[in-house]
Every structure is written in C-alpha cells, then in structure tokens.
C-alpha cells in the first residue's frame, strides 16, 4: 500500500492550495484518513482528518480556513487551504487506516512541502 501526496509549494499570505493524497495497493478498505504537519525540531500535529463517512475534525488553528473531503471511489483525500500564513508553513503528511490481509494497518505518505511567504 502507498500513499502518494502532492500539491505542495510556494504562495504568498492569503493565498490557497490544495493537497492531494491517493491510496493504492492491495486492501480492502480505507477507514480514517487526514493530514498532520510538522515544523522543524518539532513533533507532527493533526491538521484535519476525516471517516469513511465523510465525518470531519480539525485543529483549532485551521478551523473556517481549512477544508478536508475524500472521494471514496477514488481512494483519495483532498486538504483545501484557503487564508494561509506564514505559521501554516511546514511538511504536511498524510496518512490512511487500511483494512488490508493482515488487518489494519496505519501507513503514512511522504511529505509535501507547504511554504507560505511574501
């Protein structure tokens, strides 16, 4: 099972991106997805994730400026950032629950750079 994320890049403040993270492989099913960042030195912290049924949370940080959807069909997530700042600048990963063979298993993708800055 991979998880391929892209999307990432420069903007200015108050500018948008859109993050993409597909799932592929061998499995059954995916179950919760999202996305965590992480600065440097510092631990990843959730920025949003969302259940197979579409229930979605977020940090407080990103809340009215974040969105997070999946489409099933596709085996993909989408993280819509909208009003960025220079403090949303960091590597953002995504990560998938997958109900595979040999149960469930937690995987993450690689990280997507995010930069925000003038």
């Known amino acids: 099972v991979q998880l391929q994320a892209s999307g990432g890049g420069l903007v200015e403040p108050g500018g948008s991106l859109r993050l993409s993270c597909a799932a592929s492989g061998n499995f059954f099913s995916i179950h919760g997805m999202g996305w965590y960042r992480q600065y440097p030195g510092k631990q990843r912290e959730l920025v949003a994730d969302i259940s197979s049924g579409g229930s979605a949370n977020y940090a407080d940080s990103v809340k009215g400026r974040f969105t997070i959807s999946r489409d099933n069909g596709k085996n993909t997530i989408y993280l819509q950032m909208n009003s960025l700042k220079p403090e949303d600048t960091a590597v953002y990963y995504c990560?998938?629950?997958?109900?595979?063979?040999?149960?469930?298993?937690?995987?993450w993708g690689q990280g997507t750079q995010v930069t925000v800055s003038s």
């Open positions: 990560y998938g629950v997958v109900r595979g063979a040999s149960g469930y298993v937690h995987y």
